[in-house]
């Protein structure tokens, strides 16, 4: 489906993750997409963005080709504008600072609940994964951001495991919980932008990617599709989005 | 002691005044502590809690894990902010079947590590899972001498209903609620670092992860250093020096004691040996990590010997990288 264009899937999905942030503000990243993204914000639109790593790294800028294998590595703090512990980075995340967090997962559900943990039953998982990392710490938070590619399997009525907390169950549980601020704002993926309906709090279309049909995005969901009234069409990725993007990523690392 | 069971972190909060005696105990005096990596394995006995310092592949304190596998040490509980391949040769090894940690993989580069995977999925090792914010409290807790710190993450998650030793309470102050977590108070901690004096004054460069914390939880502290300096030098900038050396029990001299592993400032991560590594025991996570041990833990007579087989133009390359963060 993508191949008719001239961009790939992860860079159609770093593009329209970067168009989601406005500058000023102040984005705690995860690695991969989310960093990227971020920096290709930063570059391209909003030279007042700040990038925040768990890692413990305020204000980063990374250099083009030579991007972090993990938010903990020396190239996070590249013309930084302060490192500190990655208690104390976390904490901004809890005390209000940051207005984004940005992240990436490998399963989602109708209520933007993310599973980086468990592929099956916790109790005897077929696949043990990764986990959460700050990645909890970032949804419970700050407003969420999530990038990701859009796959059946991974987009799918209820998560195994909820690492990352979105709405919960839906409606007010997630406040009800204990978690008073922050929610799941956006999800980005190589098909559409979502958003999440006010009241029952489940994810909502937004719009449909270059070339993607309706029947064509539910096909590749796991649960039936609130389509916004709303619905548009996203803006296709520019030269110079892509321009930027290849400079940034050369070797591929994350964009492949 | 409250170590019974040999298990005591993660299942239980250790007793104020108990912690307290082990820190009188200790010889806290201006004293040399230097000692080889194989003397320091003596510090560490089987069945012990292991906090282990830096963060994914930064700053790990790769030296004396390979140092402790080689020693056969066994059973450990080892917890720290987040797990790569230092992970995997701790399960291989059979040195410690409990990892307390935030993520485990060997890197986001190469997806999920089939090790970790083999040993959590098998049964035959445990990986507890807490936010990378609550790894940090915990230690922030254990280093105040505090049993527990509120926190606002977690709260709602599965990572939270898999953690019963942390505890929701309702603020006494506001009525909101907040999950309390425990104190994470090591029985040893692993901490390299940049330089510190034969004392064990420690300075750390660029990120510091979660390791004074860390530090001044532990009841004992091994640290490696990529330099040993004087004590004059330390003095000279007294505000670099991050732990103090009343807190450190054993300063082992180890130039490139993270390889693979990158130190901030001297070397970046050495990813060919990295992508080398990750391919051989993804592969086979049995076979590939017994190949791996073999050539690269148990062959070596030395560290310095390990050194070589990764490779001086690697090495040269990492150290060159590592560098080059301070160029302008």
Redesign the interface.
């Known amino acids: 489906m993508l191949k008719k264009h001239n961009y790939t899937g992860a860079e159609l999905l770093t593009i329209l993750s970067a168009r989601q942030l406005t500058d000023g503000q102040v984005v705690f990243a995860g690695?991969?997409i989310p960093l990227l993204a971020a920096t290709l914000a930063q570059r391209l639109r909003c030279p007042g963005l700040t990038i925040l790593f768990?890692?413990?790294?305020i204000g980063a800028f990374i250099e083009p080709g030579k991007l972090p294998?993990?938010?903990?590595?020396?190239?996070?703090?590249?013309r930084a504008n302060m490192?500190?512990?990655?208690?104390e980075v976390?904490?901004l995340?809890?005390r209000g600072y940051v207005d984004v967090g940005f992240m990436g997962g490998a399963q989602v559900d109708q209520y933007g609940n993310l599973n980086s943990?468990f592929i099956g039953d916790?109790a005897r998982?077929?696949?043990?994964?990764?986990?959460?990392?700050?990645?909890?710490?970032i949804a419970?938070?700050a407003q969420m951001i999530v990038a990701m590619k859009h796959e059946k399997r991974r987009f799918v009525e209820h998560v195994d495991?909820?690492?990352?907390?979105g709405y919960?169950h839906g409606g007010d549980?997630?406040r009800a919980?204990?978690?008073?601020a922050g929610g799941t704002f956006r999800v980005v993926t190589d098909l559409a932008v979502f958003g999440f309906e006010p009241d029952k709090r489940r994810m909502q279309v937004l719009s449909l990617n270059p070339g993607v049909a309706r029947e064509e995005l539910q096909d590749n969901t796991g649960f039936a599709l609130d389509f916004s009234p709303h619905l548009g069409v996203t803006e296709p990725p520019t030269d110079q989005e892509l321009e930027l993007l290849r400079e940034l990523d050369p070797d591929r690392?994350y964009t492949g | 002691m409250a170590e019974t069971e040999g298990k005591p972190v993660g299942t239980a909060v250790r007793s104020y005044m108990e912690l307290r005696e082990e820190l009188l105990r200790r010889d806290r005096s201006l004293r040399d502590k230097v000692v080889s990596l194989e003397e320091a394995t003596s510090f560490v006995r089987d069945g012990d809690s292991v906090g282990i310092g830096g963060s994914t592949m930064s700053r790990t304190p790769m030296g004396m894990i390979w140092a402790l596998i080689r020693a056969g040490r066994k059973r450990l509980t080892c917890s720290r902010s987040i797990v790569s391949s230092d992970g995997d040769l701790l399960f291989a090894s059979a040195a410690c079947d409990h990892m307390v940690t935030s993520w485990f993989s060997q890197g986001i580069l190469w997806g999920v590590s089939k090790v970790m995977r083999h040993h959590v999925e098998s049964g035959k090792a445990r990986y507890d899972e807490w936010s990378h914010m609550a790894m940090g409290m915990r230690f922030r807790a254990g280093a105040m001498g505090l049993p527990f710190m509120p926190i606002r993450s977690m709260l709602g998650s599965d990572v939270r209903k898999q953690r019963p030793e942390a505890i929701e309470m309702a603020c006494p102050f506001t009525g909101e609620k907040l999950l309390l977590v425990p104190a994470l108070n090591p029985d040893v901690a692993l901490i390299h670092v940049q330089r510190c004096d034969p004392y064990g004054n420690a300075q750390i460069d660029g990120l510091q992860f979660m390791d004074i914390d860390l530090a001044m939880a532990a009841t004992k502290v091994i640290l490696t250093t990529e330099r040993i300096v004087s004590n004059d030098q330390i003095r000279r900038a007294p505000d670099q020096t991050k732990i103090p050396f009343f807190a450190v029990d054993a300063v082992v001299e180890l130039p490139f004691g993270c390889a693979p592993h990158e130190c901030y400032g001297v070397y970046e991560p050495m990813l060919r040996h990295m992508e080398d590594y990750v391919a051989l025991v993804n592969d086979d996570p049995v076979k590939g990590m017994q190949q791996y041990m073999e050539r690269y833990v148990y062959g070596p007579k030395s560290w310095s010997e390990f050194l070589a087989l990764i490779g001086i133009e690697e090495l040269l390359e990492a150290a060159r990288a590592g560098e080059s963060i301070y160029d302008a």
């Not at chain 1, 768990?54 to 790294?57: M, N, Q, R």
């Not at chain 1, 490192?83 to 208690?87: H, R, T």
């Open positions: 690695v991969g768990e890692g413990g790294v294998p993990s938010t903990n590595d020396q190239r996070c703090t590249k490192v500190l512990g990655s208690a976390l904490l995340l809890q943990s916790p998982p077929k696949t043990r994964l990764p986990g959460t990392g700050g990645g909890n710490d419970s938070l495991f909820i690492t990352s907390p919960l549980t997630r919980s204990g978690l008073l690392l």
